[in-house]
């Protein structure tokens, strides 16, 4: 697997929140300021990294048989480690965020992540996808809460739970019409080549 | 298989362990600074030109109540070296979901300068309108003391007092006020049990 493919897997044609739509509990619960987003998003980049190089760097020690509890155990460990950091460092952030941050340990994401990638890719490798994944989820955390923030002054459903998730279907939407465009528009300079590059092998030269 | 599943478990705790222990002087001085910034929300309408005091642990004379312990962290907001006000810790576990956990700020007449719930577990959506970030309620004993109505009236309506109670959520509420009510019957009865002299 190659760098470019990780990270644009990660922010783009793979975007955990807006492609495989993971970690949606979080996500729709906490983006209603830009505050909030950020500080969970970053708490989820921290363990998302760590979690996939630390699985990573045991996956020849841990045999099949307990694999789900091995990984749940580091992703508890270290979600316990952020909780403990953030409240050691932003005490308000802590209280605002309140449940959601004990609950990265069940942000499907990141056990997604360890399954499917960090338990047989190398640590290198895994740490990327790690960082890559991380933001893409971090950077629709921040649209979606500065989206319902710049909202809910005019419109206060943008602020309420249903706001969430309209907020959220736009943004997919948004993503899937930019995706189709981009593909469009290549195929059509694919084409234009074709043509291009089209010349005559048979018959009379003058 | 099994000893490499303790192993891990052993080494995680381990791992747990260091950050906790590191990091707890910085987790500890933070709480203290949010539980200042929450004391002087509360004692507002007293410091004009006093600030929060040292608590100090205080015995309470006679039997008290029991949404009050003994020794009760006191918490004095002072003025040139005279008490204008208390602030004290009240606790009550006749809630729907674990102890509710409240501050009270009285001035040196036993009058409410500020009542809060500090910590909940109650329903969200019903009987979590005691936080004041929720709804107002809590914020309409202010001004009060345990003299300003009749001592039948400090209750919820249900009970024969004044104070309205949620819809779909009446222990909540009833445990607030009864705690509420106790302590300052008591304080009442006891003016000087937490060391200002009136």
């Known amino acids: 697997m190659n760098y470019k493919t990780i990270l644009l897997n990660g922010l783009w044609s793979q975007n955990p929140g807006l492609v495989q739509l993971l970690g949606l509990c979080p996500l729709l619960a906490i983006s209603n300021t830009l505050e909030n987003a950020v500080g969970l998003g970053l708490a989820t980049i921290f363990v998302l990294i760590l979690s996939n190089a630390s699985i990573s760097l045991i996956r020849s020690l841990v045999p099949d048989a307990i694999r789900l509890p091995v990984f749940v155990l580091i992703i508890a460990a ?64 921040i649209a979606l809460g500065g989206l319902r923030e710049l909202l809910s002054s005019t419109l206060i459903l943008a602020a309420l739970p249903p706001g969430a998730f309209i907020s959220l279907g736009l943004l997919v939407a948004l993503h899937r019409a930019l995706t189709e465009w981009v593909k469009n528009r290549h195929q059509t300079t694919n084409q234009n080549d074709h043509t291009e590059r089209r010349v005559r092998t048979t018959g009379d030269i003058l | 298989m099994a000893w490499r599943l303790t192993l891990f478990g052993v080494i995680t705790s381990i791992f747990v362990g260091i950050i906790y222990v590191s990091t707890a002087p910085a987790i500890k001085a933070a709480r203290e600074s949010a539980r200042l910034n929450a004391l002087h929300d509360l004692a507002e309408p007293l410091l004009s030109d006093a600030h929060i005091g040292h608590a100090v642990l205080t015995a309470l004379p006679g039997s008290y109540p029991s949404s009050l312990i003994s020794p009760l962290l006191v918490t004095p907001i002072q003025a040139n070296s005279r008490t204008e006000g208390v602030i004290i810790p009240v606790s ?47 914020l309409q004993f202010n001004g009060m003391s345990y003299a300003s109505i009749t001592p039948e009236l400090w209750a919820i309506t249900k009970d024969g007092g004044q104070f309205d109670a949620f819809t779909g959520a009446t222990i909540t509420p009833r445990a607030v006020i009864n705690a509420l009510a106790e302590t300052l019957r008591y304080l009442d009865e006891y003016p000087n049990a937490l060391g200002i002299v009136p």
């Open chain 1, 78 to 141: 270290l979600t316990t480690c952020a909780e403990l950091l953030v409240q050691a460092l932003h005490y308000p952030l802590y209280q605002s965020l309140g449940i959601f941050l004990p609950l990265i340990v069940t942000n499907c994401l990141i056990l997604s992540r360890a399954e499917a990638l960090a338990r047989r890719e190398s640590v290198w490798i895994s740490t990327l996808d790690g960082a890559a994944q991380g933001v893409g989820f971090f950077l629709v955390l």
């Open chain 2, 92 to 138: 009550t576990d006749q809630g729907y979901n674990g102890p509710i956990k409240m501050l009270l700020a009285l001035d040196r007449n036993q009058k409410i300068a500020g009542f809060r719930v500090i910590e909940h577990r109650e329903t969200p959506g019903l009987g979590d309108k005691i936080d004041a970030d929720k709804t107002n309620w809590i």
